[in-house]
């Protein structure tokens, strides 16, 4: 590796600037340019025994047929399971004048219920939110947007499918690159292989240098980009004045490699964005198709120090002809990273449609065994206006996930 004029310029100012050890946050990346996406399948498996089925139904039971005897017999029961296999993918490309983004999942079910005679039964479902946001020149926080929302709970029905446009308000910003430059300080001072801690400034001149990932990957391909990625962060930490001229070496280029690529860095945002849009519905299994509709939508990121991650996403939806037709769906996530491998998961899912509220909250562990493979440990409470018995579902599973991206 060898160091550029670009480098030589910028170090004339870079070293120039006081060091401000730990002073920048996350919050201060505001640079809108990114690209990036990551994808995951997940799958988990829940089984109970004929005895525990009985067990949770004659709980279900009044207090009064119980002591009358009236427990269900365990004839009535078998073994049950449920086995869940879900993917998710998301990829958003924002630069200053638009960004856009793809989110979308598919959720393959298999399962047996615990009434002596019931048989397996297998479902899929799936959905997709597409957004095209193109902001205003003369404003760069109001844009115009066109969205795509597809949903499909039932192969036995149609699917829901909603156009829509509309405006908005604010942006949420992408910072794991100034996430992932202040993990790759903090292991390359544990090493000794920096001079010194470098100010806000550097460190968000090296997230630049990290975020331009996707650039080099395109340019390049999966094989050889890493070369010339690693060559711009080794020259922006040179021209800084953090390590000598000779480069990283050896030891140095090992822990670029751990950090930014073998190590798993969840995706860190900030910002506000709010969207209002009138939308059009093409396909319903209710029998709405060509209802129009307001829509209603907010995602919220926050993230405390360099660990905690909070984001909130809220979504309101009601047709404009049938006003006693509402869908309201609020997901709250906030996690925590207790350590480099292991990371403190809290969810919080509520929905309202028509008036039927559910509401799930669930806590758990996520434990990285390598960049791609994770183990999920989680307990959940659940309870809906649906159900047949009053009172909290609870819930412990475990999962395993795989990282595509």
């Excluded at 009044?62 to 879900?86: C, K």
Aim: charged residues 20%; proline residues 2%; hydrophobic residues 40%.
């Amino acid at each position: 590796m060898r160091l550029s004029c670009r480098a030589v310029v910028s170090a004339l100012w870079l070293v120039a600037l006081p060091t401000q050890l730990l002073a920048i946050s996350l919050d201060d990346y505001v640079d809108p340019n990114s690209q990036w996406e990551e994808a995951f399948v997940t799958g988990q498996f829940v089984a109970n025994n004929t005895a525990y089925n009985a067990e949770i139904a004659n709980q279900a039971q009044s207090q009064a047929a119980i002591d009358s005897g009236g427990t269900l017999p365990l004839s009535d029961f078998q073994n049950s399971f449920d086995l869940t296999i879900n993917a998710n993918y998301r990829r958003v490309l924002s630069t200053l004048p638009l960004v856009w983004s793809v989110e979308a999942s598919a959720t393959g079910t298999v399962s047996r219920g615990n009434q002596r005679g019931d048989s397996s039964t297998d479902n899929i479902a799936s959905q997709a939110i597409a957004n095209y946001d193109n902001y205003l020149e003369r404003n760069p926080n109001q844009f115009w947007f066109t969205g795509l929302e597809y949903r499909d709970d039932s192969p036995g029905s149609d699917p829901f499918a909603n156009v829509q446009a509309g405006v908005g308000y604010g942006r949420v910003i992408n910072a794991t690159s100034l996430a992932k430059a202040l993990r790759l300080v903090e292991e390359l001072s544990r090493y000794n292989l920096i001079t010194f801690y470098p100010s806000d400034v550097v460190l968000l001149h090296l997230a630049q240098s990290i975020n331009r990932e996707e650039e080099y990957r395109a340019r390049l391909g999966d094989d050889g980009y890493r070369e010339a990625w690693f060559d711009e962060i080794e020259e922006t930490l040179i021209g800084a004045g953090l390590i000598g001229g000779k480069g990283l070496g050896a030891l140095g280029v090992i822990k670029v490699d751990e950090v930014l690529v073998r190590e798993n860095i969840n995706t860190r945002e900030h910002g506000f964005v709010a969207r209002v849009g009138i939308g059009y519905v093409v396909s319903d299994p209710v029998g709405n198709a060509g209802d129009q509709a307001i829509n209603l939508t907010m995602r919220y990121a926050k993230p405390f120090g360099n660990r905690g991650q909070l984001i909130e996403d809220a979504r309101f939806s009601r047709s404009l002809e049938q006003h006693d037709s509402g869908v309201f769906r609020n997901q709250l996530t906030y996690t925590f990273e207790l350590s480099d491998t292991v990371d403190w998961v809290n969810n919080w899912q509520h929905t309202a449609i028509d008036g039927v509220r559910d509401d799930t909250l669930a806590s758990g562990f996520v434990y990285d065994i390598s960049n791609t493979f994770e183990i999920n440990i989680a307990l959940s409470v659940s309870r809906s206006d649906a159900d047949a018995v009053a009172g909290l579902k609870g819930r412990l599973s475990t999962a395993l996930r795989y990282r595509l991206r």
